[in-house]
T-cell receptor, first 114, second 114 residues
Framework: GDSVTQMEGPVTLSEEAFLTINCTYT??????LFWYVQYPGEGLQLLLK?????DKGSNKGFEATYRKETTSFHLEKGSVQVSDSAVYFC?????????????FGTGTRLTIIP | DGGITQSPKYLFRKEGQNVTLSCEQN?????MYWYRQDPGQGLRLIYY???????QKGDIAEGYSVSREKKESFPLTVTSAQKNPTAFYLC?????????????FGPGTRLTVL
């Protein structure tokens, strides 16, 4: 079945460091790919998405490129801030004869130290 | 402001009692979803509804029930048959139930069964 694998956390970085959170997927068709962010005690917010190969999603300084050849959608940010501390979820969605759903990775907790 | 409301934020119940979690959206979205979040397991789909008066089971529907009598409301009942109901429950909605359509999440309800 469809699945998402993302790097284990927790990840701890200093402010202004470069961030990469790895995400790879397995899917039988051509999925859309998403990154969601969850701040403490809150629901999930869409951070960025890409719907076809080679698309780059970007938002708030975060970027991810849909790589079909490596089945990856790694999240990157050039200079992280304390306010980026949160849990990040990679997810995919694929059409399946009306059975539409998001499949999530297990999440990566990110902590940024001043 | 449009959005998704979940109430209450925290809920405590005794073992063996049914409990209903509320989810309301004023985004005029057709599709609504319920997810369960457990530590280290990401989000898992419980039920989803693509249209009023219709809903489908997700990956972990056993011990849960839903109704969709109005477009804006999708309540989830956690029954006594659910073996391990303590979790964080998230409701989401999307304009249509499409693989490429963004899901928007509510703030969640944390259920603790004593």
């Amino acid at each position: 079945g469809d699945s998402v694998t993302q790097m284990e956390g927790p990840v701890t970085l200093s402010e202004e460091a470069f961030l990469t959170i790895n995400c790879t997927y397995t899917a039988t068709g051509y999925p859309s790919l998403f990154w969601y962010v969850q701040y403490p005690g809150e629901g999930l917010q869409l951070l960025l998405k890409a719907t076809k190969a080679d698309d780059k999603g970007s938002n708030k300084g975060f970027e991810a490129t849909y790589r079909k050849e490596t089945t990856s959608f790694h999240l990157e940010k050039g200079s992280v801030q304390v306010s980026d501390s949160a849990v990040y979820f990679c997810a995919l969605s694929i059409s399946n004869f009306g059975n539409e759903k998001l499949t999530f990775g297990t999440g990566t907790r990110l902590t940024i130290i001043p | 402001d449009g959005g998704i409301t979940q109430s209450p934020k925290y809920l405590f119940r005794k073992e063996g009692q049914n409990v209903t979690l509320s989810c309301e959206q004023n985004l005029n979205h057709d599709a609504m979803y319920w997810y369960r979040q457990d530590p280290g397991q990401g989000l898992r789909l419980i039920y989803y509804s693509q249209i009023v008066n219709d809903f489908q089971k997700g990956d972990i529907a056993e011990g849960y029930s839903v109704s969709r009598e109005k477009k804006e409301s999708f309540p989830l009942t956690v029954t006594s048959a659910q073996k391990n109901p303590t979790a964080f429950y998230l409701c989401a909605s999307s304009k249509v139930a499409g693989a490429r359509d963004t899901q928007y999440f509510g703030p969640g309800t944390r259920l603790t069964v004593l």
